[in-house]
């Protein structure tokens, strides 16, 4: 009750309403950011690492490779087929699909992009969710036989639509008594992909896989085995059966290896950020001692009373330390809700700023996704509300460990 009352004293009795309004905006402004950063956080890396296992093997099988007759080092995979059948068959594994990759130039009108195809079976394409996702793809993917699928940037670059065609040219072509000559062929656009990721979009091209193996002059030969797993963040594990299933030459490449200087700047980058976000909120917490020392100032005289009528040191302690945990609760309380709806509705708010700011505020070339992620976890939320709520606390206890020591007849000696 006593502490209820010094909170809502109007400042002529002496309280610090304004104090304690400044301290409350600020414990919640600082919330606010933290969660939100966080948020981002989580988005970012969730919306990377689903990019990067729905349109990517999460192992690449590939041979070590021999020096063949021109002296050349050969990787082709010859018994593709059985290798796959024994990979699909390591516990674990959802799809082993053969696959022929190459770098090449396609060409449309007077618009031209380097590309990178990607030789695979229309079913195994049909599997990969970022790629055949009805709600973002353009086409018919049940036509991939008789075509070609881009990507949205290879299509926007291209400036092309299904059923247009696009000319794929590939410096290694024909192989003639005079030597290696371009070959050139015409597909159509059956079906156009949004992946999520815009170097994907940007560069990818898939084309069926025998179409492949007689473009890039791989007959009976594939360049690597893709291989789908259940548990994408246990690959490692998995490591040990994979290299014994695909035979003493095989190598492979997970997901983690081509992607794992990448996780681990992030992983750096967050725990950075949580510390700038930490330091913040105490700063914020910082106000609540300034306020509790103008308010143990001004009530000196009421301390002195009240320890002479006989409240304990304790008892005082627990008056001002209500004060300022309250202020504390309170702008953690509303921090949460703020930081919360920012997390939910940062579409918008993102579409907003960036009408604000006349478009451009996100470029997808330098980020690599094409809106901001976010990602509200529980974990997150209560590790935000655990720091502002600590910080709080322990800063409250000083001033009002000061007050309850306060010796009463110094407080009302010149009263």
């Known amino acids: 009750m006593i502490a209820w009352r010094y909170m809502n004293a109007r400042r002529a009795e002496g309280g610090i309403s304004v104090m304690t309004w400044i301290s409350l905006i600020g414990i919640t402004l600082a919330v606010l950011a933290l969660i939100a950063t966080l948020s981002v956080r989580a988005g970012f890396r969730a919306e990377f690492v689903d990019t990067i296992l729905g349109?990517?093997?999460?192992?690449?099988?590939?041979?070590?490779?021999?020096?063949?007759?021109?002296?050349?080092?050969?990787?082709?995979?010859?018994?593709?087929?059985?290798?796959?059948?024994?990979?699909?068959?390591?516990?674990?594994?959802?799809?082993?699909?053969?696959?022929?990759?190459?770098?090449?130039?396609?060409?449309?009108?007077?618009?031209?992009a380097g590309i990178e195809v990607y030789g695979i079976a229309q079913a195994d394409l049909a599997e990969l969710p970022r790629i055949a996702d009805p709600s973002t793809g353009r086409g018919d993917l049940a036509r991939f036989a008789e075509g070609i699928a881009i990507?949205?940037?290879?299509?926007?670059?291209?400036?092309?639509?299904?059923?247009?065609?696009?000319?794929?040219?590939?410096?290694?072509?024909v192989r003639t008594a005079f030597g290696t000559s371009p070959r050139t062929k015409a597909y159509e656009v059956v079906y156009i992909f949004t992946a999520g990721r815009y170097d994907i979009d940007r560069t990818r091209v898939y084309m069926p896989f025998t179409e492949a193996q007689d473009f890039f002059n791989k007959p009976g030969a594939a360049d690597e085995i893709e291989v789908m797993v259940e548990a994408p963040e246990a690959v490692d594990a998995m490591a040990?059966?994979?290299?014994?299933?695909?035979?003493?030459?095989?190598?492979?490449?997970?997901?983690?290896?081509?992607?794992?200087?990448?996780?681990?700047?992030?992983?750096?980058?967050?725990?950075?950020?949580?510390?700038?976000?930490?330091?913040?909120?105490?700063?914020?917490?910082?106000?609540?001692?300034?306020?509790?020392?103008?308010?143990?100032?001004?009530?000196?005289?009421?301390?002195?009373?009240?320890?002479?009528?006989?409240?304990?040191?304790?008892?005082v302690l627990r008056v001002f330390f209500i004060c300022g945990a309250f202020t504390g609760i309170f702008g953690t309380l509303g921090g949460v809700v703020l930081g919360c709806l920012f997390a939910i509705y940062i579409d918008p708010i993102f579409a907003f700023v960036n009408y604000l700011s006349g478009g451009g505020v996100w470029d997808p070339?330098?980020?690599?996704?094409?809106?901001?992620?976010?990602?509200?976890?529980?974990?997150?939320?209560?590790?935000?509300?655990?720091?502002?709520?600590?910080?709080?606390?322990?800063?409250?206890?000083?001033?009002?460990?000061?007050?309850?020591?306060?010796?009463?007849?110094?407080?009302?000696?010149?009263?």
């Open 55 to 112: 349109a990517n093997a999460h192992v690449t099988v590939y041979e070590s490779g021999e020096i063949n007759a021109a002296g050349a080092l050969d990787r082709r995979i010859v018994e593709f087929g059985a290798m796959a059948e024994r990979l699909a068959a390591v516990p674990g594994v959802t799809r082993a699909a053969p696959l022929i990759r190459g770098q090449v130039m396609a060409n449309a009108q007077d618009a031209n």
């Open 151 to 173: 990507g949205s940037g290879v299509a926007r670059e291209l400036n092309v639509a299904v059923g247009d065609r696009v000319r794929v040219i590939s410096p290694n072509g």
């Open 240 to 315: 040990p059966a994979l290299l014994e299933a695909a035979g003493p030459n095989a190598l492979l490449w997970t997901w983690r290896d081509a992607s794992g200087a990448f996780l681990r700047a992030l992983d750096i980058e967050d725990n950075v950020m949580f510390i700038i976000m930490a330091i913040l909120v105490l700063i914020a917490s910082m106000n609540i001692v300034s306020g509790l020392v103008m308010l143990v100032k001004n009530k000196g005289r009421d301390i002195g009373i009240l320890r002479t009528m006989g409240l304990t040191e304790g008892s």
């Open 365 to 415: 070339q330098i980020r690599g996704i094409y809106a901001i992620p976010a990602k509200l976890n529980a974990s997150d939320v209560l590790s935000a509300v655990a720091l502002s709520l600590g910080l709080s606390f322990v800063v409250t206890i000083f001033p009002a460990r000061r007050a309850a020591r306060m010796n009463p007849v110094e407080a009302l000696r010149y009263e």
